[in-house]
Antibody
Framework: QVQLVESGGGVVQPGRSLRLSCAASGFTFSTYGMHWVRQAPGKGLEWVAVISYDGSNKYYADSVKGRFTISRDNSRNTLYLQMNSLRPEDTAVYYC??????????????????WGQGTLVTVSS | SYVLTQPPSVSVAPGQTAWITCGGNNIESKSVHWYQQKPGQAPVLVVYDDSDRPSGIPERFAGSNSGNTATLTITRVEAGDEADYYCHVWDSSSDHRGVVFGGGTKLTVL
């Protein structure tokens, strides 16, 4: 069965960095786009970033562009989110989600059929 | 950038029908996906590509998309359907490329 397990969350001071990981299993990780989505406490879902199956294409939300970097290691079946220059407004539960298949030219428009359970990032002094 | 508008809340009695709307400019030209999220849990896909259901999702959940409004319809509502619901599209406008979520609708079962 498909499993996505996030890790790396915690409490960090403003301006510092943190790297999240998402370990995938139960599907051919290297053939699917992957997303990060976050949810601030008591708020709605906010998309963060997406990466294509081979890492060649990446898109970011304006709110994180230039500060966050999405990457993947297909040999380790792992997705990453490097978060730099963190701000209090980045406080949220961060979810990784499985996206569309790489063979599709519109892979980025696909739904998220599997989500991890999330990891909490708290940015506070 | 593209905006999706959902009503903050919808209330319905058990056994009745709930309609949750998602408004967006010419949304019918996009594929709309819907998620259910219960407190403390990750979202779950309930409808994709406007009107398809993943395996395991009851037929009571149905989606439609026309004009400027996509709709998630839940028939014969049960207490267990109480949750937040979010719509999702991909925005490919010239100034922004990315996923857009609606603000979410809290479904209350009376």
């Amino acid at each position: 069965q498909v499993q996505l397990v996030e890790s790396g969350g915690g409490v960090v001071q403003p301006g510092r960095s943190l790297r999240l990981s998402c370990a995938a299993s139960g599907f051919t990780f290297s053939t699917y786009g992957m997303h990060w989505v976050r949810q601030a406490p008591g708020k709605g879902l906010e998309w963060v970033a997406v990466i294509s199956y081979d890492g060649s294409n990446k898109y970011y939300a304006d709110s994180v562009k230039g500060r966050f970097t999405i990457s993947r290691d297909n040999s380790r079946n792992t997705l990453y989110l490097q978060m730099n220059s963190l701000r209090p407004e980045d406080t949220a539960v961060y979810y990784c989600a499985k996206g569309g298949p790489g063979y599709s030219s519109s892979w980025y428009t696909y739904y998220f059929d599997y989500w991890g359970q999330g990891t909490l990032v708290t940015v506070s002094s | 950038s593209y905006v999706l508008t959902q009503p903050p809340s919808v209330s319905v009695a058990p056994g009745q029908t709930a309609w949750i709307t998602c408004g967006g400019n010419n949304i019918e030209s996009k594929s709309v996906h819907w998620y259910q999220q219960k407190p403390g849990q990750a979202p779950v896909l309930v409808v994709y590509d406007d009107s398809d259901r993943p395996s395991g999702i009851p037929e009571r959940f149905a989606g439609s998309n026309s004009g400027n409004t996509a709709t998630l319809t839940i028939t014969r509502v049960e207490a267990g359907d109480e949750a937040d619901y979010y719509c999702h599209v991909w925005d490919s406008s010239s100034d922004h490329r990315g996923v857009v979520f609606g603000g979410g609708t809290k479904l209350t079962v009376l």
